[in-house]
């Protein structure tokens, strides 16, 4: 058998493998619906239950070990919603008989 005949089944496989994986992450997976959840709370101003389900896509997502651009997003929210939440928490701090004055 040629060896040109050993290289196309190679190819042939590795498509085919290819293939199955994008068949089976087509599917809208956990942690997806995760962090498509946790998009929609924070789009509804409910910072705390966003953190939480999106750090629970992180954990999906460190499980599975595929979706490496989707760590990064989740990563990235989740600094920015940290950052919003001490902002909140910031501006929520109100001193008593003016006491930075005396």
Do not use: C
């Not at 089976?24 to 929609?40: A, D, V, W």
């Amino acid at each position: 058998m040629p060896l040109y005949y050993v290289v196309y089944l190679i190819i042939l496989l590795a498509a085919f493998f290819l293939f199955v994986r994008y068949i089976i992450q087509r599917k809208t997976s956990l942690p997806i619906q995760l962090f498509i959840k946790g998009l929609r709370t924070e789009n509804s101003g409910n910072f705390e239950e966003a953190t939480i389900s999106y750090e629970n896509a992180l954990n999906e997502v460190k499980k599975i070990r595929f979706h490496h651009s989707l760590k990064n997003k989740i990563i990235e929210k989740l600094k920015v919603l940290r950052t919003v939440k001490r902002y909140e928490k910031d501006q929520n701090f109100i001193r008593e008989n003016n006491s930075w004055l005396s």
